[in-house]
């Protein structure tokens, strides 16, 4: 019988879920569960389903851990046309970075669009509900490449933080970069706050944020990095950038600025608690002490962090110090993979070869990629699944292969190697069904990809 008070609005039930981990402040964990949401938020969780209660959509979650949906923190969506690029495979930071940006100023808005499509893609088949990018290349004549992201998270069904990346200082100041991949501050600023403007949806369940992020100490100056901590200020927004990610950063810091990454940070009005940086390797214990403090935000990035030989990130002791720590899976010409739930694993493993078994467990691992996740995008609407939190939700089917026999739902998440998600929902719709996306045809997608990728490293060198 269809009952009127509760199918007027869209609703979703997902009941008779085998473990309920909520990643509330009490770490909760419920166990033949149910979750009932209306138009996008979570209205009731618990174990025992009221009488009557009936939803627009209905979900039997049997066999499946339900977890919030994974959110990272870093990511280059245009680095999924150059992986696993044969002359940058066994590169360090600055080097693999000289091989690529020649390839990397070749994009234009449809590589763009068309790579973060599949970089969404792979992230939300892994159980990811919310991503932000951090693209910084705008080869001449490329305005347009973060409309270009945001059209593909509109399209795809995921929550999009897009920052708009910068680099401002090419090779003949000194800088990193070649020249043919750096803007001049004023179009970088300007075109900074037309986005703002343009997108930033600064209300809870927003699908759509932006924050600004100028690349790398070795890519921006620090005028840049000022103008643009004033503009976050000004607009409310927040602050991304690479720091303290490589020994050779550190050097590059000493000689040209007379500084340490972190005192560079400092310098230039970037330590608050509006910021989050990634990486974020090479802090000392007094540094971390003022990151924590001023309540810096970490994207720990583990996989990129060993395939670049980069180094190990004191992402516990950071967030002992109070940073909220995050993570992300960079790049994917760094990982070269976009899989959220693999990195949760990562990091729960490279953390415990750092500092044994007992320093971190799988649910703090997990909460990393929940919760500490939606501290460092600024969110407080996401990251657990309560009431009053948007319904996004990720259900991993415990009998998959990867699973069977696993006898504790979390542990199996992250010991076990990473099975696809389900079913994942984004503000209560259904994106991911039966382990296939529903707003998107994946073939054809990969097909275009495919191309892009071939003519983006195929072609002679261009600058
Ligand atoms: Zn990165």
Known sequence: MREKNTVTQDSLLIHNIRALVTMDANGRELHGAFIY??????????????????????????????????INTHHHFCQTLTRALAAAANAELFDWLRVLYPLWARIDEEAVNIAA???????????????????????????????????????????????????????????????????????????????????????PGAMLQVALAPCSPFSVSPRLMRDTAAMAERENVRLHTHLAETKDEESYCREHFSMRPLELLESVGWLTNRTW???????????????????????????????????????LALQRAGS?????????????????LAEARQALLLQRLGHGAAAISVQQALRMATVGGAQCLGRTDIGSLEPGKRADIALFDLRDQAYSGAADPVAALLLCAPSTVRTLMVEGRVVVDNHQLTTLELAPLLARHRRIAARITGARRTC
């Open 324 to 340: 909220p720590v995050g993570i992300g899976v960079d790049g994917s010409a760094s990982n070269d993979s976009s899989n959220m």
């Open 277 to 315: 940086v990634a990486h974020g390797i090479y802090f000392n214990r007094a540094e971390v002490k003022r990151l924590g403090r001023a309540g810096v935000g970490i994207a720990h990035c583990p996989t990129s962090n060993m395939r670049l030989g980069s180094g190990l990130a004191p992402a």
């Open 117 to 203: 499509l599949v970089g969404m893609a792979e992230l939300m088949l892994s159980g990811c509900t919310t991503t932000s990018d951090h693209h910084y290349l705008f080869p001449r004549g490329q305005g347009k490449l973060i409309d270009a992201e945001i059209a593909a998270a509109r399209k795809i069904g995921i929550r999009f933080t897009a920052t708009r990346g910068s680099m401002s200082v090419g090779e003949s100041k000194g800088g990193l970069p070649p020249d043919c991949v750096v803007q001049d501050e004023e179009t970088i600023l300007a075109d900074c706050e037309r986005l703002v403007h343009a997108y930033h949806d600064p209300r």
């Open 37 to 70: 949401a209306v138009g996008g938020e979570i209205k009731l969780i618990g174990e025992r389903l009221p009488r009557g209660l009936k939803a627009t959509r209905t979900i039997d979650g049997s066999g499946c851990v339900a977890i919030p949906g994974l």
